[in-house]
């Protein structure tokens, strides 16, 4: 498991449209996410994740609590929506997630070494000379499935709104 800190880049992401289940921590989101049977039909419809193609991503706060010390005061489990999809199972809220500047770094591995990801990114940022931006949230990509990819090549992109 590791992350490719070093390999820091700024991208430009799209604005995205997401079916999010907002929960106090990611087990309890993903967990109530994939065991609302519209949910997952939503999910099975979006076909599988690639490198050039989001399904899935979680939403983090970009929050000093969670920047800073790594407390969450929520955390959203996403579905990626098309454009043209305009109603979402219950239980699920549409979100925009805001486009723009984000640093990012990617890390490969099992998702339980996420959190640590998370903050050896955060110490790199720190820094650095990028500037969070005040709005916004920071984002996990799920880059490929873990139903279909073992475990040590989980490829997950972590994403942080800079100015």
């Avoid at 700024?10 to 309890?28: I, Q, T």
């Avoid at 993903?30 to 949910?39: C, F, R, S």
């Amino acid at each position: 498991t590791h992350t490719h800190t070093r390999n820091m880049d700024v991208v430009v992401r799209p604005e995205v449209r997401v079916a999010a289940l907002v929960s106090d921590s990611p087990l309890s989101a993903w967990t109530a996410l994939y065991t609302n049977e519209a949910a997952v039909a939503l999910l099975q419809s979006q076909g599988q994740p690639s490198l050039e193609r989001e399904v899935t991503v979680a939403l983090l706060p970009a929050t000093p609590e969670y920047v800073q010390r790594g407390e969450l005061t929520w955390y959203a489990a996403a579905i990626v929506l098309p454009a043209d999809m305009h109603e979402v199972p219950p239980q699920l809220e549409i979100r925009q997630v805001a486009g723009g500047r984000y640093a990012r770094v990617q890390h490969r591995g099992h998702y339980d070494g996420l959190q640590q990801a998370w903050r050896q990114f955060f110490e790199l940022l720190h820094t650095s000379e990028l500037q969070l931006r005040s709005t916004g949230c920071c984002i996990q990509s799920y880059r490929n499935s873990a139903q279909s990819t073992p475990s040590d090549d989980l490829l997950t992109g972590l994403f942080v709104p800079v100015q």
